[in-house]
């Protein structure tokens, strides 16, 4: 008798937690930063993996120190109001945004600025326009001429612009600072950009990341949530030896991973 109760005092705490399990899976998984973590590096590896340098070291720590708002934060616009489609954010970007026109290959080219703003290399702040002349940076350490210029550049810069000045990067290669972005083509109106901004490896070499993306209207950058673990993981499994990839609801060629 003693035994029979045993295990159905197992059965029912399986219950239980298979149900909690589901209530989170359907609900909790939801929410943005459910962790309430601090930054894009405080989100914590698959486990086995570990996070890696990269050819800048500098530039991998500060998209790693990028600081993030708190748990269940929305996507707001610039426009004011909340983004569609809220699910695909696993957690907000704590940077406020410069204007309007500020969106998916204008987020990819924001984060790279600021870094090179937030480190001195005034001199390597640089973007091609749709027309290919380089647009420099020429205001030194003031915030107000960085951020002016960083406006002029959204207004003539777009994915095209961006995916023709980046160098192609096999996946194999990935680093933090990359970019998947493809200008439009058939089959697609509009052109996307989304930012590697962190990578981690495991003992066999396979490589997982972390993906940010600005969008169309202009939103807060956010870390997008990765539909197909089942945990809602933002981290996404590379597979070195695709020809297409499936990043949430964006689909890319493997040619289209790109480097500054």
Known sequence: MKTLKRIFLVMFLLVVAAGG????ALFGSKTSNPHNYATIGDIPTPWGYERVSGDDATYSWYLRSLPLKKKGSKVQLYT????????LCYAVVDLPLLSNAEQCADVCMRLRAEYLYNTGQYGR?????????????GGGASRKSFERYLKNLYGVA????LSR???TRRLADMQPGDVFVY?????HKYGHAIMVVDVAVNK????AFLLAEGNTPARNIHVLRNFENPFRSPWFTLDED??????????????ELRHF
């Open 21 to 24: 399990f589901c209530v989170w």
């Open 80 to 87: 004011g109001g909340e983004a569609r489609f809220q699910s």
């Open 125 to 137: 702040i640089r973007f091609q326009n749709v027309n290919g002349k380089t647009l420099s940076y």
């Open 158 to 161: 777009s994915t095209f612009s």
């Open 165 to 167: 000045e980046m160098k």
């Open 183 to 187: 200008p439009a083509r058939y089959g």
């Open 204 to 207: 066999h070499g396979k490589k």
């Open 242 to 255: 695709a020809d297409d990839l499936l990043l949430a609801v964006f689909h890319y060629k493997s040619s």
